[in-house]
């Protein structure tokens, strides 16, 4: 089987289409949770945070220990206004496209030593040797945990992705699926616990130590919030943008005419990172919770009800993205939901659409030749949130 047939056989698309049209804000009895499946809505439900909010105390969660939960309870993304202003404005610098924009030399420099790494080959793995190494690099700098440790935060992130496959609040029946959690959620208090203990005794010019300098209202930031910033930061910061890049090449497997066209004019290579984020959402669907009783979709919605925002489906509506299940390289205007959208829209954004860019200048200039193989097993990453592959070997050729 190639692979762009096997990539068609795992994908969510079609079943976002016939939920479009057919029940696009729909109950899910079985689990108790509501979907929106069109732009329109999803839209609505990102905009609205008074009535569609990020804070689970709105949930009523069961008193159970096996549920669902954030790992870090304190963290911006789970926080409504006024407090997610103020946490937010801690870390907003750093990531103004201005200030990223200084970093150009540092990720092109990771990016040119991951090719020389691959240099001679006649494989890589999109995944191992690029796509993953480069995010993590970065925020880990940016941040100021040392990138040596990479694989273990890989570790943390394919934990968190694998065992959150279901929704916030649902229960867990498999007692190995909670204790693999429980031991990442230790794992990652004890190591950020150390870094913030060194990082106090012997301040350093990175995020932590600016973090652990701010103050609300006088105050410093709790032992609790700093591991909610540490934990997002570090895990947000990088799966998101791996994917990004990995589905870089899914597109391109499967419209390879868009590979010749980004060789013969590389001034689309914005477009083409914002045309994959539309086609294959890196993050597929955001939770919220209803704070009031909502209308939305000509549907009412209790309070404390879950609703499930399907941004991999907003972005394949057809009413917002003309001919919406093509690829299309030069797609103006792309208003894609791909970074989400209102007070909680993406804080990386500018970043990550830094690191395609640069990713791809590099690839285009450094690899004559970087098409997937077509006996390729491909294997789906197992989340509905998470959107992207486990391994992506390609055939290089080095310039
Ligand atoms: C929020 C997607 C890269 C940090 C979000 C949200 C989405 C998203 C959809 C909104 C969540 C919500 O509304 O609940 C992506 C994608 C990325 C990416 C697709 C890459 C292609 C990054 C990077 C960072 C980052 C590189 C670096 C630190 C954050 C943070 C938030 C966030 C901190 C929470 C913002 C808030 O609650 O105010 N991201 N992200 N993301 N992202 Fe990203």
């Known amino acids: ?3 762009v047939s096997a990539m068609k056989d795992h994908e969510p698309f079609p079943w976002y289409q016939s939920m479009r049209e057919h029940a696009p804000v729909h109950y899910n009895s079985e689990e108790d949770y509501w979907e929106v499946f069109r732009f329109e809505d999803v839209n609505k439900v990102l905009s609205d945070h008074k009535n569609f909010s990020s804070d689970l105390k709105y949930l009523n969660l069961p008193n159970e220990d096996n549920v669902i939960l954030p790992f870090f309870k304190q963290s911006l993304i789970q926080m409504d206004p006024p407090q997610h202003k103020t946490f937010r404005n801690l870390v907003n610098q750093p990531f103004w496209p201005k200030s990223v924009a200084e970093l ?4 092109q420099k990771i990016t040119y030593e991951l090719l020389n790494g691959v240099a001679g080959k006649e494989q890589m793995d999109v995944i191992d040797d690029f796509a993953y190494p480069l995010p993590v690099t970065v925020i880990a700098e940016l941040l100021g945990v040392p990138h040596e440790d990479r694989d273990l935060f890989k570790h943390w992130a394919d934990v968190q992705v694998a065992t959150g496959v279901g929704v916030i609040g649902q229960r867990i029946d498999d007692p190995e699926t909670l204790r693999a959690r429980q031991q990442v959620q230790d794992e990652m ?3 950020f616990k150390t870094i913030l203990e060194a990082r106090r005794k012997e301040p350093q010019s990175d995020l932590i130590t600016h973090l652990l300098a701010s103050e ?5 930031l709790s032992e609790e919030q700093l591991l909610g910033f540490c934990s997002l930061l570090l895990i947000a910061g990088h799966i998101t943008t791996t994917n990004l890049i990995a589905n870089a090449f899914l597109c391109l497997a499967e419209y390879p005419e868009a590979l010749t066209s980004l060789r013969n004019r590389p001034e689309l290579i914005p477009s083409f990172v914002e045309e994959v984020l539309r086609y294959r959402s890196p993050v597929q669907r955001i939770t919220r919770f ?4 909502t209308k939305i979709g000509g549907q009412t919605i209790r309070a404390g009800q879950r609703v499930l925002a399907w941004i991999g489906s907003a972005n394949r509506d057809e009413l917002n ?5 093509q690829f299309d390289l030069e797609r103006n205007p792309n208003p894609h939901l791909a970074f989400g959208h209102g007070i909680h829209i993406c804080l990386g954004a500018p970043l990550a659409r830094l690191e395609g860019k640069v990713a791809f200048d590099v690839l285009l ?6 098409n997937c193989l077509d006996d390729t097993v491909f294997e789906p990453i197992e989340s509905s949130v998470i959107y992207g592959v486990k391994q992506l070997p390609i ?5």
């Open 365 to 370: 200039q450094r690899l004559s030749d970087m």
């Open 321 to 325: 993205f003309p001919n919406a299940n």
């Open 189 to 191: 208090s004890r190591y």
């Open 395 to 399: 055939r290089i050729q080095s310039t």
């Open 104 to 107: 150009t030399p540092r990720i």
């Open 290 to 293: 209803t704070a009031t009783d």
């Open 1 to 3: 089987m190639s692979l």
């Open 216 to 220: 609300i209202q006088g105050e410093r």
